[in-house]
């Protein structure tokens, strides 16, 4: 049977589920014109992150400007079917209705992550059941967020293996809030909550934040002499509990690691 779209009247019938089409407005995803490739410049910074963590030579990507690469990109967020309703009245459970859902991964510790693509070809390689939904990487970062997801790995391999790159939960909350990241130890809102933190402690003679390892926020704490190892696991503990107090910091610290000297 042949289908004439010409003389098709777009006020009458009705969608797959039945409701009907009068009065109902299709409005653009704000990507109509997209083809599906991914960022050239976000494609490049991730080549050569691959390169750098593969041994093959090149300085390491700058992650703050891979992070601002991101933001400007357009991703793809994987959704699929999922059973909206079973039919089993024949003794074959069979799908009367199906609904879309988006496909998040939840690690044996229970962390929960969002994948997200940088191209179609990229989400097809890792599951060509998965229908593609371009968005915006705070919309993306959002989702996330609503979620319950920590981080978003980009370009999920299959089968399973490392992505192309993890945005950490500190990523993840600036792209949702729309503002710039920056690694924690050269934070303002960071060093300002961890002056804070250690302000009132006078066994604390001076302090200082650089980078730890995985990302990490290291806050290297010179001692007075004479703490007790008891005394020292309280110090700890409360100052990571102060910092751990302010919000806006928390958000924009990943992990923090204690380094301790004497004086």
Avoid: K
């Amino acid at each position: 049977m042949t289908h004439r779209f010409s003389s098709h009247d777009p006020q009458e019938g009705s969608d797959s589920a039945g409701v009907p089409w009068q009065g109902r407005t299709l409005t653009g995803t704000g990507f109509d014109q997209d083809d599906g490739t991914a960022d050239e410049g976000l494609a490049v910074l991730l080549q050569a992150h691959r390169r750098a963590g593969d041994g093959g030579g090149g300085p390491p990507v700058d992650p703050a400007e891979l992070v601002a690469a991101v933001a400007q990109a357009r991703l793809i967020v994987p959704v699929v079917a999922v059973p909206g309703e079973i039919d089993d009245s024949s003794g074959v459970p069979v799908d009367t209705r199906s609904d879309m859902a988006s496909v998040t991964l939840v690690a044996p510790d229970g962390a929960r992550a969002l994948p997200a693509f940088t191209s179609v070809a990229a989400l097809t390689a890792w599951n060509a059941d998965a229908r593609p939904v371009p968005v915006t990487a705070q919309r993306a970062a959002l989702a996330a967020v609503q979620e319950g997801c920590s981080v978003i790995p980009l370009d999920l391999p299959s089968p399973p293996g490392s992505a192309a790159y993890l945005l950490r939960p500190s990523m993840v909350w600036a792209l949702a809030m729309g503002r710039p990241w920056g690694p924690a130890h050269e934070d303002d809102q960071v060093l300002c909550a961890v002056a804070a933190a250690v302000a009132d402690q006078e066994a604390v003679v001076d302090h200082r934040c650089t980078a730890g390892p995985d990302g990490a926020l290291q806050v290297e704490l010179t001692l007075a002499p004479g703490l007790g190892q008891e005394e020292i696991r309280r110090l700890v503990t409360g100052v990571g509990e102060r910092i751990a107090a302010d919000g806006e910091a928390r958000a924009r610290i990943d992990a923090v690691a204690f380094r301790l000297g004497r004086t």
